[in-house]
């Protein structure tokens, strides 16, 4: 505790002078301006150097998120290419075997529509 040089509390409880005395002590105020040793400038290049170092930090942040989508993009485009590349492939297999493939005239499918018609047909009368 510090020495009772300047604190007077007269006609206060002794819990009081307690109470007081160890808030007046406690409460330190900032050195005025004109005795802070160094120069102003000192403080404010401390100031820039950290908001430097925080912009710093957040570019850095930036950077990194951005190169995770980049990668992301790269990959999605590397998987498009992949599906072009087999559909490609799918189509070229296709075509070799399309010429060997039995073929269905059209009358005999336009008859299995019609008898797959009519039966629909017969179904719905039934119903009715």
Same mark, same amino acid.
């Given at each position: 505790? +510090?020495?009772d040089g300047f604190l007077v509390f007269a006609g206060?409880?002794? +819990?009081?002078?307690?109470?007081a005395r160890t808030f007046w002590t406690s409460a330190i =105020?900032?050195?005025?301006?004109? /005795?802070? =040793?160094?120069?102003a400038t000192?403080?404010?290049s401390e100031k820039n150097s950290e %908001?430097?170092?925080l912009s710093e930090a957040? /570019?850095?942040e930036k950077m990194k998120v951005k190169e995770k989508y980049l990668q992301q993009a790269r990959r999605r485009e590397e998987i498009l290419a992949l599906l072009r590349k087999q559909r490609e492939e799918r189509i070229a297999k296709? =075509?070799?075997? *399309?010429? *060997?493939?039995? %073929?269905?005239k059209t009358d005999q499918l336009r008859q299995k529509v019609s008898e797959a018609d009519l039966m629909d047909q017969e179904a719905v009368k039934a119903l009715k």
């Amino acid at each position: 505790m +510090a020495p009772d040089g300047f604190l007077v509390f007269a006609g206060s409880s002794p +819990a009081n002078v307690g109470f007081a005395r160890t808030f007046w002590t406690s409460a330190i =105020l900032p050195p005025p301006l004109e /005795s802070c =040793l160094g120069p102003a400038t000192l403080q404010q290049s401390e100031k820039n150097s950290e %908001k430097e170092r925080l912009s710093e930090a957040q /570019s850095m942040e930036k950077m990194k998120v951005k190169e995770k989508y980049l990668q992301q993009a790269r990959r999605r485009e590397e998987i498009l290419a992949l599906l072009r590349k087999q559909r490609e492939e799918r189509i070229a297999k296709e =075509l070799i075997s *399309h010429p *060997h493939k039995p %073929k269905i005239k059209t009358d005999q499918l336009r008859q299995k529509v019609s008898e797959a018609d009519l039966m629909d047909q017969e179904a719905v009368k039934a119903l009715k």
